[in-house]
T-cell receptor, first 118, second 111 residues
Framework: GAVVSQHPSRVICKSGTSVKIECRSLDFQATTMFWYRQFPKQSLMLMATSNEGSKATYEQGVEKDKFLINHASLTLSTLTVTSAHPEDSSFYIC??????????????FGEGSWLTVV | GENVEQHPSTLSVQEGDSAVIKCTYSDSASNYFPWYKQELGKGPQLIIDIRSNVGEKKDQRIAVTLNKTAKHFSLHITETQPEDSAVYFCAASGNAGKSTFGDGTTLTVKP
């Protein structure tokens, strides 16, 4: 079935630095990808919708200048956490919508990326 | 926007018993209702989904039912096994693909 790959799976960075997380759809073209954040023992909260070839749409309360999203191709979206701080430490998960799936807007998730800011 | 409520938050069953998790949603425009299983340290895995034009769907030991009028849908797991232990999330989404998740249910299957 459809696979979404996310990289890196774990990353540790120093406070004040930036870190990039990649989300790739491996066997389908995704015009839309989604980025979620999940704190321990909590649900997934949508951060932004990544649209290929256009600007991302951010959810209320999410700083677009801090969480930069680039969807440069139909198979790749990147999330860059800029000037990271310890409170940005979290599990970041992407998902991609497969518009060609028999089920229409079936959504697949990546494996997630653990970010720890020290 | 959409609001999804999920119950119960924790569920413990004996191996071989059935488990039922229920979700309600608020936006009548939602038409796609997936269920995800998330194991510790991993991303959510789609286990079954249902669309608003279908009332029930089954895949081996897993089934999902949808009552569009009442805006609720349920996950049923029969003959539970210890490896079914995980956190389960329901979600609701519309044509844009944006998903709203329930708060999750931690299922523990005791051997």
């Amino acid at each position: 079935g459809a696979v979404v790959s996310q990289h890196p799976s774990r990353v540790i960075c120093k406070s004040g630095t930036s870190v990039k997380i990649e989300c790739r759809s491996l066997d389908f073209q995704a015009t839309t990808m989604f980025w979620y954040r999940q704190f321990p023992k909590q649900s997934l909260m949508l951060m932004a919708t990544s649209n290929e070839g256009s600007k991302a749409t951010y959810e209320q309360g999410v700083e677009k200048d801090k969480f930069l999203i680039n969807h440069a191709s139909l198979t790749l979206s990147t999330l860059t956490v800029t000037s990271a701080h310890p409170e940005d430490s979290s599990f970041y998960i992407c998902s991609a919508r497969d518009p060609q799936a028999l089920s229409g807007n079936t959504i697949y998730f990546g494996e997630g990326s653990w970010l720890t800011v020290v | 926007g959409e609001n999804v409520e999920q119950h119960p938050s924790t569920l413990s069953v004996q191996e071989g018993d059935s488990a039922v998790i229920k979700c309600t949603y608020s936006d009548s425009a939602s038409n796609y209702f997936p269920w995800y299983k998330q194991e510790l340290g991993k991303g959510p895995q789609l286990i079954i989904d249902i669309r608003s034009n279908v009332g029930e769907k089954k895949d081996q030991r897993i089934a999902v039912t949808l009552n569009k009028t009442a805006k609720h849908f349920s996950l049923h797991i029969t003959e539970t096994q210890p490896e079914d232990s995980a956190v389960y999330f329901c979600a609701a989404s519309g044509n844009a693909g944006k998903s709203t998740f329930g708060d999750g249910t931690t299922l523990t299957v005791k051997p």
